[in-house]
């Protein structure tokens, strides 16, 4: 069966500091990777996603930035975090091509003090 | 990007009642996924459906795709505490993206 990690599960980090979230699906190949970024436990807000190694599309101009420098290793990150950064990020994965179901990690809240 | 109109925003019912929640889109769908998520947690996959008119049940929840493929139902029968939380709708059509409603937030009074 799949599986999909998230780490660190929450974070506090100080404005102005880097940052580096990893996520890792386990029991599939070549997946489709997403990050997304939920403010206020409401609207998941579809910031990258990822169709294969090294390829990765932007949905969101932002601070932030995504990796895959695997097939099941997805990285979101920043060099300098703003307050506006905080929220809760979610990773997920699904098979590719359309008719396919999509699954969530557990997240990683992120405080940006 | 595209985002799902879901009504309504938040329900508060007694427990026992059934409860109903809808997804509506000015795009097209091939497929419809409908989730719950419990606070500090990441959405869990409920039902998923695939064909236009689609009826699925998984419990107490049934879902349908509606037969424009532009909305989505889904119903829960006889809620009890434990069904709290906020439910998503998010469709797919032909490319990779998946686009989400805003949520219904359900509390079940005991």
């Known amino acids: 069966s799949q599986t999909i990690h998230q780490w660190p599960a929450t974070l506090v980090q100080p404005v102005g500091s880097p940052l580096s979230l990893e996520c890792t699906v386990e029991?599939?190949?070549?997946?489709?990777l997403y990050w997304y970024r939920q403010a206020a436990g409401r609207g998941l807000q579809l910031l990258f996603y990822?169709?294969?190694?090294?390829?990765i599309s932007s949905e969101v101009p932002q601070n932030l930035s995504a990796s895959r420098p695997q097939d099941r290793q997805f990285i979101l990150s920043s060099k300098k975090l703003l307050l506006s950064d905080s929220g809760f990020y979610l990773c997920?994965?699904?098979?590719?091509?359309?008719?396919?179901?999509?699954?969530f990690g557990p997240g990683t809240r992120l405080t940006v003090l | 990007g595209q985002q799902l109109n879901q009504s309504p925003q938040s329900m508060f019912i007694q427990e026992g009642e059934d409860v109903s929640m809808n997804c509506t889109s000015s795009?097209?769908?091939?497929?419809w996924l409908w989730y719950k998520q419990d606070p500090g947690e990441g959405p869990v996959l409920l039902i998923a459906?695939?064909?236009?008119?689609e009826l699925t049940s998984n419990g107490r929840l049934t879902a349908q795709f509606g037969i424009t493929r532009k909305d989505s139902f889904l119903n829960i029968s006889a809620s009890i505490p434990s069904d709290v939380g906020i439910y998503f709708c998010a469709g797919q059509s032909t490319g990779n993206q998946f686009y989400f409603g805003t949520g219904t937030s359900l509390t079940v009074i005991p």
């Open positions: 990822s169709v294969g190694i090294g390829q």
């Open positions: 029991g599939t190949s070549n997946p489709n």
């Open positions: 459906l695939y064909k236009a008119g």
């Open positions: 795009s097209i769908f091939n497929t």
């Open positions: 997920a994965w699904s098979v590719g091509g359309s008719h396919n179901e999509q699954f």
